[in-house]
């Protein structure tokens, strides 16, 4: 199994509600990332997770809280976002931890486009 | 400071042309990480390939090709006889421990 898996697809989620975005990998990897991505722009970092612990957070609004409950595993739990919020939202993963250096390549999952009203 | 710049924003081309997309990059680090990526309009980033600073020989995958230059700090991407497949934006980025410093991006359309 050589994909990261993203559910769902879509989303939209209203201003009050609770949402969690999911982001799966079976390769083994040992790094986990979240991207959130807008329209015409590149990918911005968000997190890092290296051996399920976190290990880098952008400055990221708490209304975005991660989790990481297994090493395949990556969720993204949203609350009392604002509409600013939506965009496509992006998992990675990459063979290595942090520790390991940054030669390993990422590789991305297709997102989760979110819509907030 | 890391930064990556790509600064064509759109280009469009006829099917079979061939078309390079450029990337400049700043790093105060000896040795670091090239990338590139392809995104199609489905979403997914594509990777496509990785070069590490000590490896300057340029690389040729089928219709793809990358001409590294230290010398000019640029990572560039030929297609050679593009076709409409190839529309998608294609970004460079650079490593920085563990992050990817992205680019802009190029938008590429390949018209038939």
């Known amino acids: 199994d050589t994909e990261v898996t993203q559910t769902p697809k879509h989303l939209v989620m209203g201003m009050t509600n609770k949402k969690s975005l999911k982001c799966e990998q079976h390769?083994?990897?040992?790094?986990m990332y979240w991207y959130k991505q807008k329209a015409k722009k590149p990918p911005e970092l968000m997190f890092v997770?290296?051996?399920?612990?976190?290990?880098i957070n952008e400055s990221v609004p708490s209304r975005f809280s991660p989790e990481c409950p297994n090493s395949s595993l990556l969720n993204l739990h949203l609350h009392a976002l604002q509409p600013e919020d939506s965009a496509l939202y992006l998992c990675?993963?990459?063979?290595?931890?942090?520790?390991?250096?940054?030669?390993?390549?990422?590789?991305f999952g297709p997102g989760t486009r979110l819509t907030v009203l | 400071a890391q930064k990556v710049t790509q600064a064509q924003t759109e280009i469009s081309v006829v099917e079979k042309e061939d078309v390079t997309l450029d990337c400049v990059y700043e790093?105060?680090?000896?040795?670091?990480?090239l990338f590139w990526y392809k995104q199609p309009p489905s979403g997914e980033l594509v990777f496509l390939i990785r070069?590490?600073?000590?490896?300057?020989q340029n690389e040729i995958s089928g219709r793809y090709s990358w001409n590294f230059q230290k010398s000019t700090s640029s990572f560039n991407f030929t297609i050679t006889a593009s076709q409409v497949v190839d529309s998608a934006v294609y970004f460079c980025?650079?490593?920085?421990?563990?992050?990817?410093?992205f680019g802009q991006g190029t938008e590429l359309s390949v018209k038939p």
């Open positions: 997770y290296s051996y399920e612990k976190l290990s």
């Open positions: 990675a993963s990459s063979q290595a931890g942090l520790a390991g250096g940054s030669g390993n390549e990422q590789f």
């Open positions: 070069r590490n600073s000590f490896d300057e």
């Open positions: 980025a650079l490593s920085d421990v563990g992050k990817l410093i």
């Open positions: 390769m083994g990897h040992r790094a």
């Open positions: 790093t105060r680090d000896t040795t670091y990480y």
